[in-house]
């Protein structure tokens, strides 16, 4: 299944168009958050806000589109926020993201754990046409990140699929979609 921003709510498509949609690439360990426009709009929203004019299902799911949306700005410190409230899969599967992305790689493990067998990694898999192996992952971004790895760019394009899967994921689930 392909990223379609047309399928999301008015108030999430602002977000995203705001920062350039949904096909922005994110830093594997950013310096701070993507500041400007589109993070003031989502600091200024809540997670109902996100949803208006949809019937929230899953509040669960809700609240993780709404982690993933900080972790997309690159705020992990409100996403974290979010993401350590969902008591579900998906919940623990950002939170192993934005971890990840601190870079906190044990603590990332854990939560990948945590996770366990997701529906998104069958869609990774499809997409990717290889297995998807959250910890392998972790351990490719550390050596990315220890400069002792020449596949940064790949993984930034992978970490934004990996982005975009776990999203579509979590809004269809909140509207019982």
Avoid at 91 to 117: C, I, L, T
Avoid at 135 to 164: H, K, M, Y
């Amino acid at each position: 299944m392909q990223f379609d921003e047309e399928r999301f709510s008015a108030a999430v498509r602002s977000v995203l168009d705001a920062a350039g949609g949904g096909g922005r690439s994110m830093p594997l360990a950013p310096r701070g958050p993507f500041e400007g426009e589109a993070l003031a709009k989502l600091r200024t929203m809540t997670t109902d806000d996100l949803f208006r004019g949809e019937t929230i299902v899953s509040r669960h799911d809700a609240r993780c589109v709404h982690a993933g949306l900080y972790l997309y700005l690159s705020a992990l410190d409100e996403s974290h926020s979010i993401s350590q409230t969902v008591p579900t899969a998906s919940g623990s599967f950002w939170h192993g993201v934005m971890h990840r992305r601190e870079p906190d790689y044990a603590n990332a493990k854990y939560w990948f754990r945590r996770a366990g067998d997701h529906p998104v990694l069958s869609e990774l898999e499809r997409r990717t046409g290889a297995v998807w192996d959250p910890f392998a992952f972790v351990d490719r971004c550390a050596a990315a990140e220890r400069g002792s790895s020449g596949e940064r760019e790949t993984l930034i394009a992978l970490q934004r699929l990996e982005w975009q899967a776990l999203f579509a994921h979590c809004y269809r689930r909140a509207v019982g979609g």
